[in-house]
């Protein structure tokens, strides 16, 4: 070992040897692993070490799909084998909902180029005779299910790395770390110590203790799981090929082929967690003890759908641990607030996701950009509320529990919750509010007043709630709504240099004071890293509004562009709270609530001030995401509930209704406008998207200005478009396959009912040429093909004269 590296990885498991390996492929050579123990010694040895490249995140199925295709080039590039079997995997449907669903799924994974196909039920037990056909419907196959020896992978990511030159050191533990002035870190290690530019915490079980060293407290936990493995099964012994992989998601078991018997799996439903606070450090190579009595209900249901299991004796079990964040993705990036200081950890699927993430973090720490839009990934998309014992207990539970259960689009889980609620969260469920959850933060999704029994069927239809909505998207077409705005993100920046440096961040002009603006950042690669709201309240002060599950991803971004001094971001997300008025009324409900002159020519559109509405001091923004005249009303937090008193109490005499998440989706559809995580993400471009004319191309330098304009000159490969689609009962809900005959054209971003307007609408990104040859179009909905075109204006208040009045 070196007494200086550029880089040390912390952990010599699947996720750090892929990292080495990555970063060594960049050409950086001058970088350790360092390994407390033996490379696999963590979660890895006892892996499945199982693969797919199924997920529901289009941008991870898509690494997923990375990380399979790179085995074969390791392997050839260490000499070790990697032990690679991939007969594909069905997924089984047993239930009517389910085969809908897979149908459903099997046309968003055309989208991602998979080639899942759906199989009936006599395929599947052809390709499969160890499944009893009782109850199955059919399947989805994956062609890209598989598994690797988990032992010859890390060696084989070790071995490629060190034959480029980076070093791997064994059975040294790292103690403990502390940042130089220089921004390198100290490191101390049982082998001495050592500085490193940068730090990646590859610790996998051990990734809490880790981040302690630094005072980093990871949402994630370990948590127990456990697989069987047969002796030989006849029906195996005599097939020459290898049996695909199965996954009964009604049963909560996996199973694939090992030699010729087969290990199975279990998601139970009463899982366990196991040491939360990570592995103690002399944890060996050890198995837990098997908790059979726990998990029999599933292991049940699994004998039941591969009976000869019953007939085969166990050759072995295994209990063993692995680390779980609240949405089960990892955990992977620069951790904000702490220089140079790098994680990849939570990876439960480190055998789908382990390649991918050594690629992602070494384009990061080379590039300085991940190179693909990982937010589903990113350390940054978790605050500190996540890392609550309680809270990740619960909504690691939940994940796990909830493995194979169908998720549907409408449906709200109550893990963890309520945590964060507005001042007026009981004044609104006492007005029949039903809430969602963001980041932590109550949100209602819409109201049904009067009646207190009413739930939700979760379901890929338009929901009972749908009466709801449509009542709640009339009040505010004919006279208002009012919407909390509790799930939106507010940073103040001041200080003298505090416009001169949100002009060199965002990509338009800024507002002139009194002003409102939208303002998109873009990345230097050109890619969008936010749709900001900026509102000048003074010559050096302003006022930005974003989503506010990206708090912690926007302010690392902020402070990473900081200038030395002077200018101040203060975030205010929890201490302004406040709601959207939208609607024709909006105005006179403000009116009567306030001295200020709220008249258009006083406060036209996209005008702002600071005045009194009601009892609060208010910053009042006339925006609005409906297309309506509307107002976000912002006030300190402590306010929010005398606010909501002053606008239901006059509000109610103009028919205005307290509206939901649902409504407000209705109506930003029916005049075409996209939302943040939907229609503008990482992936896409200013161009792309239709926020390229609220660029200022001729003021001077502005970050991801040269990406902008050379993307200008050639024109972007997809646009956005909206989209009226044939579909009586139902509507697209995202990553949906955009169709031109039988090509794939564009894939849909978001997509619900227009409850104003009558037809079902989508936004979708659709290649240009398309665009400007108009076809006919199709789109699956709940996996059936309906006809689809695209409107050449919003239905609704095309030329925007509503909101402007
Ligand atoms: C029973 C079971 C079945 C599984 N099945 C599958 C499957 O089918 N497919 C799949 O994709 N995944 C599966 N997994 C999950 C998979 O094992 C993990 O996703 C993966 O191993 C995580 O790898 P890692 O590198 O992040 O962590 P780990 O494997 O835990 O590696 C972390 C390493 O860091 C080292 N370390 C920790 N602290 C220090 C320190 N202070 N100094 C130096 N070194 C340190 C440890 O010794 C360890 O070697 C399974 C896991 C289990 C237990």
Known sequence: MKSHYRV????????GTSILYHLARRGWTDIALIERAELTAGSTWHAAAGFHALNDDPNIAALQSYTINLYKQIEAESGQSVGMHMPGGYSLATTPARWEWLQAECAVYQTLGIGARLATAEEIVADCPIVDPAGLLGGLFDPHEGAVDPHGTTHAFALAARKRGADVVLRNRVLGMTAQPGGQWRLESEHGPVTAEHVINAAGLWARRVGRMVGLDLPLTPMQHHYLVTEDLPALVARKDEMPCVTDLEGFTYLQQERKGVLLGVYERNPRHWKTEGAEWDYGMDLLPEDIERISPELAIGFQR?????????????????????????LVGPVPGLRNYWCANGCMSGFSQGGAIGKVLADWIVDGDPGADIFGMDVARYGSFASNDRYLRETTAQFYARRFV??????????????????????????????????GMESPQFFAPGE???????????????RFIAAEVAATRAAAGLLDTGVYARYEVSGPGAERWLDGLLASTLPALGRVRLAPMLSPSGKLMGDLTVTRLAPERFWLVGSYYL????LRWFNDHLPPSGVRIDNLSESWLGFSLSGPRSRDILARLTNADVSSAALPFMGAGAFDVGMTRAIVARVSLTGELGYEITVPAAQQRALWDALTGIGREYGMRPI???????????KGYGVWSLEFAQSYTAAMCGLERYIAFDKGEFIGRAAALAERAAGPAQRLVLLEVDSADADVSGFEPVMAQDRRVGFVTSGCYGHHVRRSLALAYVDADIVAKSPGLAVPVV???????????????PLGLKARS
């Open 8 to 15: 040390v990885v912390i952990g010599g498991g699947i996720v």
């Open 306 to 330: 591969f009976p000869s299991l019953l007939e085969a004796g166990i050759r072995k079990w295994v209990n063993g641990a692995f680390t779980f964040t609240p949405d089960g993705n990892p």
């Open 406 to 439: 169908i998720a549907y689009p409408n449906e709200e889980l109550p893990a963890g919750r309520p945590l964060k609620m507005t001042p007026s969260y009981d004044a609104q469920q006492a007005a029949g509010a039903r809430f969602g959850v963001v980041w």
């Open 452 to 466: 207190p029994d009413f739930v939700e069927e979760p379901t890929l239809r338009r929901s009972n709630a749908q």
């Open 551 to 554: 708090q912690q991803w926007h």
């Open 660 to 670: 939901g998440m649902r409504a407000q989706d209705s109506l930003r559809l029916e």
């Open 783 to 797: 996996g059936v093909s309906r006809p689809a075109r695209m409107l050449a204006q919003p239905p609704y208040d």
